[in-house]
């Protein structure tokens, strides 16, 4: 799954006005979008994630600002670093990420591909490990 996740660019139109993103479901992102959220206000030194999701497919963007991302497998890590709004890291299921390095401002969007269920979440990193590991 690890192998999977990766930063996808998405489309930007510049002109004198500025620049214009877009992204589509089931085009930019391979899955069909059912819901955006956003992180914001984070204050200096956050850790936000600590799980991973048995089903959900996510597409995280830094819509402002900047912020680290490591990813997990149960044995393999992988640490990713998103600045631009024009870049998406795509996590597919069964990866645990953590998020920190926030900077001041920083905006974080989601786009996932489901409704929020708390039962799709692996909260427990040993659970997790045993689970990714069958
Ligand atoms: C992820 C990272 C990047 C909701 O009620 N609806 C929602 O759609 C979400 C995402 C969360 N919540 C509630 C659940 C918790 O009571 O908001 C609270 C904080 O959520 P959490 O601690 O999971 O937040 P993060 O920033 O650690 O993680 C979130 C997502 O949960 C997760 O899927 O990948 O952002």
Redesign the pocket.
């Known amino acids: 799954a690890l192998d999977d996740c990766r930063i996808i660019e998405l489309p930007q139109v510049h002109d004198q006005r500025g620049n214009l993103t877009f992204v589509e479901g089931g085009r930019h992102v391979p899955f069909d979008i059912r819901?955006a959220?956003y992180?914001y206000d984070v204050p200096a030194g956050s850790h936000?994630?600590?799980?991973a999701?048995r089903e959900?497919s996510?597409l995280?963007i830094a819509m402002s600002g900047s912020f680290d991302i490591l990813l997990d497998d149960g044995c393999e890590k992988r640490k990713f670093h998103l600045a631009r709004p024009h870049y998406g890291l795509l996590?597919t299921p069964m990866v645990w990420?953590e998020?920190d390095n926030f900077s001041g401002g920083s905006v974080?969007m989601?786009l996932?591909s489901a409704h929020?269920d708390?039962s799709d979440?692996f909260r427990d990193y040993q659970q997790f490990c045993a689970a990714a590991s069958r």
């Open positions: 819901r959220y992180l936000r994630g600590g799980h999701h959900l996510q995280i996590i990420r998020m974080c989601v996932a929020y708390e979440y």
